[in-house]
């Protein structure tokens, strides 16, 4: 609403400057909006953040005190470099941080090379092609989890099956998610909006597809590129199911699964557990605060632009 | 430098013609305009010389080459692009040097060619700045630099003024005949502003509807349109022109008859010409008293040094008379009498548009 609005709506008499009404009488309005938004904000965040809160405080206190205090007045620190050292939580983060490692790379790699290929090149069936890219957004991760299990099982990648090396093992976990259609999709977006005569001009001054792509298209989707590599670290760290199924060694499992592990191994010393879930979602938190600005524009992109 | 020379090109989209059977050689060291309204096929002539674009038909020679088959890249050519096409992510100095980097110059050269480049250009002082921290002018500028610095053997230009203020294109404009000359260079520059193909140009080629309609200086095709369209479309204010049918007496126009001058008359007559349509440029008309043509003032424009004198016929066709500021204003609304300077008309076939009197 414009300035000029407000003044006719609150009914300011004629000879009222509409910047003096907006001093005395929008102003007041305005500040209210915002204070009822804020509370709204400070409820909400409340809401979400009390199990954290008191997953922090469990972790604090002793077992037999669990649930029942608001605030660690002895605080068990011990509980955190138990569950680092006795319940791995340090090796399940490194897991964690190598296959989440290879999947960013991965989808950053081959999103890139998709995306160039659908916003700068021409082939038959581009936009069928592009559709059925699109396609596979629909399509649940559960419902090919069988189909993938035994494509990965039957190539050795599963530890223990076979015997083979780690570096095998890795791959098994990261191996489905490292092409990804919505990364495309994003990625696609972003390079739409690099001026045609730019590849004109690089094809000019000597650059082919590649080269054009490396130094012109990516640096100036860097945003995007970081957006995504954000939202893939978050879903590939976050992962449950697959890497469940795909581990057996449990000097090879991710930190999910691990603090499963760590629920069922530490039945008495629950604070531990709570410590060690507290210890793998710092890493989230941490890319979440350096990062807030890529999130939004990741989950947001889809929806402005598409 | 090279010469550049096309020879019967045609480029189709479809069913669309957008270059149809374009013959037409650059000389070396030549400044020529490629000049046309826009989607007469100009920019994608350009483009098939830059290799942005396949030819259907025709042969594309630079130099003494042959280069149909050749990559944008191999045919040593530099494009300047109207929206400049700077690598936005990259400081002026790395734009300018982009082209050196690919062509694996060595890096102690490279800074050299820049420098020397940048110089030319007066962009010295902007060297680390990025180009979104310019002005058009600037910008501009490098675009120019990155071409050059290359050294190729011709330029193509695609309508790089178009997005400047009307001032910084005048001074621009200047800028670009005194490079071209400096550079001795080979330069095909496509606009649709008749005022850059005029002043720029050694030769004028236009186009339309992807056909060549004549080439030639700027000077001869303004004095000597090869057709109708070209007549219309050099020339501000544009050429007047009345439609007859051709007598003995000369151009009959409703009741009233045009003589015409002999050369004319005697060529529309041996290329069995029947209805003819006659062309006046603004600056060839007079008013007076003793005029042919019956002509009322609807609106006079000042332009300083000239007037525009915008008439209404009596069939309501209308007629601009150019007259220099020095002359009595007529005010608007007054009948007046027009008459033409024979030696200035021009005479075209009504059904072909063609130029009938040589």
Same mark, same amino acid.
């Given at each position: 609403?414009?300035?000029?609005?407000?003044?006719?709506?609150?009914?300011?008499?004629?000879?009222?400057?509409?910047?003096?009404?907006?001093?005395?009488?929008?102003?007041?309005?305005?500040?209210?909006?915002?204070?009822?938004?804020?509370?709204?904000?400070?409820?909400?965040?409340?809401?979400?953040?009390?199990?954290?809160?008191?997953?922090? $405080?469990?972790?604090?206190?002793?077992?037999?005190?669990?649930?029942?205090?608001?605030?660690?007045?002895?605080?068990?620190?011990?509980?955190?470099?138990?569950?680092?050292?006795?319940?791995?939580?340090?090796?399940?983060?490194?897991?964690?941080?190598?296959?989440?490692?290879?999947?960013?790379?991965?989808?950053?790699?081959?999103?890139?090379?998709?995306?160039?290929?659908?916003?700068?090149?021409?082939?038959?069936?581009?936009?069928?092609?592009?559709? $059925?890219?699109?396609?596979?957004?629909?399509?649940?991760?559960?419902?090919?989890?069988?189909?993938?299990?035994?494509?990965?099982?039957?190539?050795?990648?599963?530890?223990? $099956?076979?015997?083979?090396?780690?570096?095998?093992?890795?791959?098994?976990?990261?191996?489905?998610?490292?092409?990804?259609?919505?990364?495309?999709?994003?990625?696609?977006?972003?390079?739409?909006? $690099?001026?045609?005569?730019?590849?004109?001009?690089?094809?000019?001054?000597?650059?082919?597809?590649?080269?054009?792509?490396?130094?012109?298209?990516?640096?100036?989707?860097?945003?995007?590129?970081?957006?995504?590599?954000?939202?893939?670290?978050?879903?590939?760290?976050?992962?449950?199911?697959?890497?469940?199924?795909?581990?057996?060694?449990?000097?090879?499992?991710?930190?999910?699964?691990?603090?499963?592990?760590?629920?069922?191994?530490?039945?008495?010393?629950?604070?531990?557990?709570?410590?060690?879930?507290?210890?793998?979602?710092?890493?989230?938190?941490?890319?979440?605060?350096?990062?807030?600005?890529?999130?939004?524009?990741?989950?947001?992109?889809?929806?402005?632009?598409? | 430098?090279?010469?550049?020379?096309?020879?019967?090109?045609?480029?189709?989209?479809?069913?669309?013609?957008? @270059?149809?059977?374009?013959?037409?050689?650059?000389?070396?060291?030549?400044?020529? @305009?490629?000049?046309?309204?826009?989607?007469?096929?100009?920019?994608?002539?350009?483009?098939?010389?830059?290799?942005?674009?396949?030819?259907?038909?025709?042969?594309?020679?630079?130099?003494?080459?042959?280069?149909?088959?050749?990559?944008?890249?191999?045919?040593?050519?530099?494009?300047?692009?109207?929206?400049?096409?700077?690598?936005?992510?990259?400081?002026?100095?790395?734009?300018?040097?982009?082209?050196?980097?690919?062509?694996? @110059?060595?890096?102690?050269?490279?800074?050299?060619?820049?420098?020397?480049?940048?110089?030319?250009?007066?962009?010295?002082?902007?060297?680390?700045?990025?180009?979104?921290?310019?002005?058009?002018?600037?910008?501009?500028?490098?675009?120019?630099?990155?071409?050059?610095?290359?050294?190729?053997?011709?330029?193509?230009?695609?309508?790089?003024?178009?997005?400047?203020?009307?001032?910084?294109? @005048?001074?621009?404009?200047?800028?670009?005949?005194?490079?071209?000359?400096?550079?001795?260079?080979?330069?095909?520059?496509?606009?649709?502003?008749?005022?850059?193909?005029?002043?720029?140009?050694?030769?004028?080629?236009?186009?339309?509807?992807?056909?060549?309609?004549?080439?030639?200086?700027?000077?001869?095709?303004?004095?000597?349109?090869?057709?109708?369209?070209?007549?219309?479309?050099?020339?501000?204010?544009?050429?007047?022109?009345?439609?007859?049918?051709?007598?003995?007496?000369?151009?009959?126009?409703?009741?009233?008859?045009?003589?015409?001058?002999?050369?004319?008359?005697?060529?529309?007559?041996?290329?069995?010409?029947?209805?003819?349509?006659?062309?006046?440029?603004?600056?060839?008309?007079?008013?007076?008293?003793?005029?042919?043509?019956?002509?009322?003032?609807?609106?006079?424009?000042?332009?300083?040094?000239?007037?525009?004198?915008?008439?209404?016929?009596?069939?309501?066709?209308?007629?601009?008379?150019?007259?220099?500021?020095?002359?009595?204003?007529?005010?608007?609304?007054?009948?007046?009498?027009?008459?033409?300077?024979?030696?200035?008309?021009?005479?075209?076939?009504?059904?072909?548009?063609?130029?009938?009197?040589?």
């Amino acid at each position: 609403m414009s300035t000029t609005d407000g003044v006719l709506a609150a009914g300011v008499p004629e000879f009222t400057t509409p910047a003096a009404a907006t001093a005395t009488i929008a102003a007041p309005k305005h500040r209210w909006g915002v204070f009822w938004r804020y509370l709204l904000l400070s409820v909400v965040a409340l809401i979400v953040l009390f199990p954290i809160y008191m997953t922090v $405080v469990n972790s604090l206190v002793e077992t037999d005190e669990f649930s029942k205090k608001f605030f660690p007045t002895d605080p068990q620190w011990h509980t955190y470099s138990d569950a680092w050292t006795n319940g791995h939580v340090g090796n399940y983060l490194k897991n964690s941080f190598i296959v989440t490692f290879i999947i960013v790379i991965g989808q950053l790699i081959t999103a890139t090379l998709a995306a160039y290929a659908f916003a700068f090149l021409d082939f038959p069936f581009k936009r069928t092609l592009f559709i $059925v890219f699109l396609a596979t957004l629909m399509i649940p991760f559960e419902i090919t989890i069988i189909t993938n299990l035994q494509t990965v099982s039957e190539s050795g990648w599963i530890n223990d $099956v076979f015997g083979v090396t780690l570096y095998d093992t890795y791959a098994g976990l990261a191996i489905p998610f490292l092409a990804t259609g919505f990364g495309a999709f994003l990625l696609r977006q972003a390079f739409l909006g $690099v001026p045609r005569d730019l590849q004109d001009a690089a094809s000019l001054d000597g650059y082919g597809h590649l080269r054009f792509m490396a130094r012109v298209v990516v640096p100036l989707a860097r945003p995007t590129l970081a957006a995504l590599a954000v939202f893939s670290f978050l879903s590939a760290w976050n992962q449950y199911l697959w890497p469940l199924l795909v581990t057996r060694d449990d000097r090879l499992r991710t930190v999910q699964i691990g603090l499963k592990q760590l629920r069922n191994t530490n039945l008495q010393d629950f604070n531990v557990t709570f410590a060690g879930a507290i210890l793998a979602i710092i890493p989230l938190a941490v890319l979440l605060l350096v990062f807030q600005k890529q999130l939004v524009r990741g989950l947001t992109a889809g929806a402005v632009k598409g | 430098m090279s010469r550049v020379a096309l020879e019967g090109v045609t480029r189709k989209f479809g069913d669309v013609t957008a @270059v149809d059977n374009l013959t037409l050689e650059i000389k070396d060291e030549e400044f020529l @305009v490629l000049l046309g309204p826009s989607g007469c096929g100009k920019s994608t002539a350009l483009r098939m010389i830059a290799g942005l674009e396949d030819p259907t038909e025709g042969t594309i020679q630079i130099g003494d080459r042959v280069v149909n088959d050749v990559e944008p890249k191999d045919r040593d050519i530099a494009m300047v692009f109207q929206s400049y096409a700077l690598y936005p992510h990259m400081t002026v100095e790395r734009n300018i040097e982009f082209p050196l980097k690919s062509r694996n @110059v060595p890096k102690e050269d490279r800074a050299g060619q820049v420098l020397e480049a940048a110089r030319m250009l007066d962009l010295e002082p902007f060297l680390k700045r990025k180009p979104a921290e310019l002005s058009g002018g600037q910008r501009q500028r490098v675009a120019l630099a990155r071409a050059i610095v290359r050294r190729p053997q011709a330029f193509l230009m695609d309508e790089p003024l178009s997005n400047l203020d009307a001032k910084l294109r @005048v001074q621009t404009r200047a800028e670009l005949i005194e490079l071209q000359r400096r550079l001795l260079a080979t330069v095909i520059y496509v606009t649709h502003d008749q005022v850059e193909a005029m002043t720029m140009g050694h030769r004028i080629a236009i186009m339309e509807k992807g056909v060549l309609q004549q080439v030639g200086a700027p000077s001869d095709v303004y004095a000597k349109p090869a057709n109708l369209f070209v007549a219309r479309f050099i020339g501000n204010p544009p050429m007047n022109t009345v439609e007859g049918d051709l007598t003995d007496g000369g151009l009959r126009v409703h009741e009233l008859t045009i003589p015409l001058p002999d050369a004319a008359a005697g060529a529309a007559r041996q290329a069995g010409v029947r209805r003819a349509v006659l062309g006046i440029r603004p600056e060839h008309l007079s008013i007076g008293t003793d005029g042919l043509i019956a002509a009322t003032v609807t609106v006079v424009e000042a332009l300083g040094h000239e007037r525009h004198v915008i008439c209404r016929l009596e069939d309501d066709q209308m007629i601009i008379v150019r007259q220099p500021s020095s002359d009595p204003s007529p005010s608007e609304g007054e009948t007046l009498r027009l008459s033409a300077d024979p030696e200035h008309v021009h005479l075209f076939d009504a059904t072909s548009g063609q130029r009938v009197d040589g």
